[in-house]
């Protein structure tokens, strides 16, 4: 990696994401295996009476069938990690721009410009008893392949975030400048222009635009004297929404009348 990052002069690392193949999460083969195996020979045993007792072997079948169905998750999972192992991964984070490296491969690495876009989501996932937060970054290079690092990589949120602030200090003064040529500046689901924010085929001027925030992991756009969101859009979906963010803030302000503050794009 740091040979990769050398030649086309990223400059010093600042962040580093790794896998680690030897880590499985066991508990996903001994939680149904400890339930399973009971299920299974209760089942078995009451097969067992009934048919001893009432010719019938059948009456068992559902705790047999419950068992064995869970049983067999535990063993779909110890076949996974038997089989199936990965190689390690490693996702540097440097100055100006990203490597990836799989054992065994060349590294691949990036310069901010040559990345298309990112996208960095955080997903809270809960069953009604219990919950938990799933983290995904994706770089999207112009030319290669995407880059994903989720939480079976240690150090994901922090990676993730400084990521995600470099590549908007690269890409916001552009994408700025981009606008103030009279440019349109596209984003999934979204387009920016002079006139305003674009959705479909639908165009809501900047001076009609009350806010847009993301609510509950969904970016919304507001318009003055609505209640209801004009657009409304999965904000995971969404490339380079930091940087849409900052710049529709811009936009806003200045149809407002009111003055740029430090750190607008240019």
């Keep these: 990696m740091r040979g990769a990052a050398q030649e086309l002069q990223l400059g010093p690392r600042q962040g580093l994401a790794w896998t680690d193949p030897r880590r499985f999460p066991w508990i996903v083969v001994l939680f149904p295996a400890v339930i399973g195996l009971p299920l299974l020979w209760m089942g078995i045993s ?7 007792s009432h010719g019938a072997w059948y009456y068992g079948l559902p705790l047999l069938v419950l068992g064995a169905g869970i049983v067999s998750v535990a063993g779909y999972y110890l076949f996974l990690a038997l089989t199936r192992r990965q190689p390690q991964v490693w996702v540097g984070h440097y100055r100006n721009g990203i490597v990836r490296q799989v054992a065994g491969n060349e590294p691949e690495a990036y310069t901010w410009d040559e990345i298309g876009g990112i996208r960095w989501h955080s997903t809270r996932v809960t069953n009604g008893i219990t919950s ?18 989720t939480d079976g990589y240690a150090g994901v949120v922090r990676f993730a975030e400084e990521v995600d602030r470099a590549f908007t200090r690269v890409r916001l003064p552009q994408d700025g400048a981009r606008l103030r040529a009279g440019e349109r500046v596209d984003f999934f689901g979204f387009h920016l222009d002079p006139a305003g924010v674009g959705h479909l085929d639908h165009l809501l001027a900047w001076r009609e635009i ?14 003055h004297g609505d209640r209801k969101p004009w657009a409304r859009f999965p904000a995971e979906a969404v490339e380079n929404l930091s940087v849409l963010l900052a710049l529709t803030e811009r936009m806003c302000r200045e149809a407002a009348g009111r003055r740029p503050e430090p750190g607008d794009p240019v």
């Excluded at 009451?46 to 001893?52: D, I, L, P, S, V």
């Excluded at 938990?132 to 690092?149: D, F, Q």
Aim: glycine share 6%; no cysteine.
């Design 210 to 223: 009350e806010r847009i925030a993301v609510e509950r992991g969904w970016l919304e756009i507001h318009r």
């Design 46 to 52: 009451a097969a067992a009476e009934a048919q001893r």
């Design 132 to 149: 938990a937060t799933t983290h995904e970054l994706r770089v999207r290079p112009r030319k290669g392949a995407e880059i994903v690092v």
